[in-house]
């Protein structure tokens, strides 16, 4: 059984990491009309492949973590247990792509017979796709790779990470504390790691009232993979109304998907 909305996806080509230099230009400063004319079409293209790529993937969880934290460590077996319980509760697991829990969450989503989805960034001397994705979505910007992790997922878990992790779960907080998305639940998973994040968050941001504590509840903290995935669960199916029901192919004809 999966969730209604689910239906088949197709293949995003790979880009080559030659013209990763293009972008560090870009970033420099004004450039050229014409550089920064060709570099809007590129932008644009490579947009409007990702959304033909993702379009059809249905109901969604994404799960942000470590590229650093590989198999064999009790995190990276929890990650991969949180993956397999998410394709067992109908949901696609999107990742970044990447070794470590990524890789972890792609595993156990594919191993428990899910659909298992990479949005994979070209960097210059790191982040290979992992071998656990059914197919892989390749972005040379980071923004619009963010926007597709954040699109189509119906909840997001954060697993322990670094300076890319916390981008993506501050910027999805944000997006929810200013209402441009819906309040989808936000779990972070190992206790360890984001208390002391949090407390931070309390006596600092909290106390100088840069944020508001109430805040805070966006996020949803757990060391159980199986609470992690039932979170989830019971919020997209209590706030979005998704149903399981049998999966029936669809036609796809717009776009020529």
Partial sequence: MAYQQTAPVTEFPVESPQRYSQERRFLEGPQGRGFELRHAF?????????????????????????ARIYDGDPTYETTREIGAGLARAGFAVMTGGGPGLMEAA???????????????????????ANPYLDFAVTFRYFFIRKVMLVKYSYGFVIMP??????????E???LIQTGKIKQFPIVLVGRWF?????????????ASGTID????????????????????????????GLSYVERRPRRRRWLFE
Avoid: K
């Fill in 213 to 240: 504590v109430e805040d805070l509840d966006t996020f949803q903290l757990t060391d159980d993979p199986h609470e992690a995935v039932e979170l989830v669960r019971e919020a997209a199916i209590a706030r979005f």
């Fill in 194 to 206: 984001w208390e002391p994040v949090l407390e931070v968050l309390r006596t600092t941001m909290g």
């Fill in 172 to 174: 999805t907080a944000t």
């Fill in 42 to 66: 590129r932008v644009l293209s490579e947009y409007v492949r990702a959304l033909r790529a993702l379009h059809f993937l249905g109901p969604t969880v994404t799960v942000f973590g470590s």
């Fill in 106 to 128: 792609n595993r156990g989503a594919q191993e428990a017979g899910g659909t298992s989805v990479g949005c994979n960034i070209i960097l210059p001397h790191e982040e290979h």
């Fill in 161 to 170: 990470g670094g300076f890319g992790t916390f981008d993506e779960i501050f």
